[in-house]
């Protein structure tokens, strides 16, 4: 089975500080995602990376930044945390699809953040 | 941009059938995917169309139309264990940048 594990369930902290949300999978998946999810918004992609030292902008970058040293871990940086970043942080990884294959994401249980 | 529609919640009796709908505008389209998650749960994969037709995998069915931007979740022989939030996602190509729907929360009631 993938694992796709996360570095925490559940994380408080304060306005300003930063942040590390770790995401590790055990299938040698190509792509890695960082989603937020948020009551009624479904979930949003903030970042993606299809390779190791490769990422892409989702759609809602801003305030966030991800760094893939190693095939098999993603990490999410709040740079500066703010109270509208509380939400729950979903990680997801994929292989390379084949051609006319379905994207299957495995997804990790989730980090819930809190920013006070 | 990439919209998809489909309805926040449904309500549906044990035994029964129930139907999903979700309708996409999406810049590209590969495919259409379908996601479960349970309350406190992760989202998992429930099925997959990239072609217009009916795809069955037991007792869930997912339908494609590309001309109309349109599919649906089919759940049948509805249990207390279907409960949970369901996800239609559009892949449009791109290296697999998914986008997903605001999903539907389905009640199972006895």
């Known amino acids: 089975d993938v694992k796709v594990t996360q570095s925490s369930r559940y994380l408080v902290k304060r306005t300003g500080e930063k942040v590390f949300l770790e995401c590790v999978q055990d299938m040698d998946h190509e792509n890695m995602f960082w989603y937020r999810q948020d009551p009624g918004l479904g979930l949003r992609l903030i970042y993606f990376s299809y390779d190791v030292k490769m990422k892409e902008k989702g759609d809602i970058p801003e305030g966030y930044s991800v760094s893939r040293e190693k095939k098999e871990r993603f990490s999410l940086i709040l740079e500066s945390a703010s109270t509208n970043q509380t939400s729950m942080y979903l990680c997801?990884?994929?292989?390379?699809?084949?051609?006319?294959?379905?994207?299957?994401?495995?997804f990790g249980p989730g980090t819930r953040l809190t920013v006070l | 941009g990439q919209s998809l529609e489909q309805p926040s919640e449904v309500t549906a009796v044990e035994g029964a059938i129930v139907q999903i709908n979700c309708t996409y505008q999406t810049s590209g389209f590969y495919g259409l995917s379908w996601y479960q998650q349970h309350d406190g749960g992760a989202p998992t994969f429930l099925s997959y169309n990239a072609l217009d037709g009916l795809e069955e995998t037991g007792r869930f069915s997912s339908f494609l139309s590309r001309s109309d931007s349109y599919g649906y979740l089919l759940l049948q022989e509805l249990q207390m264990k279907d409960s949970a939030s369901y996800f239609c996602a559009v892949d449009s190509g791109g290296y697999q940048k998914v986008t997903f729907g605001t999903g539907t929360k389905l009640q199972v009631i006895p």
């Open positions: 997801a990884s994929s292989p390379r699809p084949l051609a006319g294959g379905p994207d299957t994401q495995y």
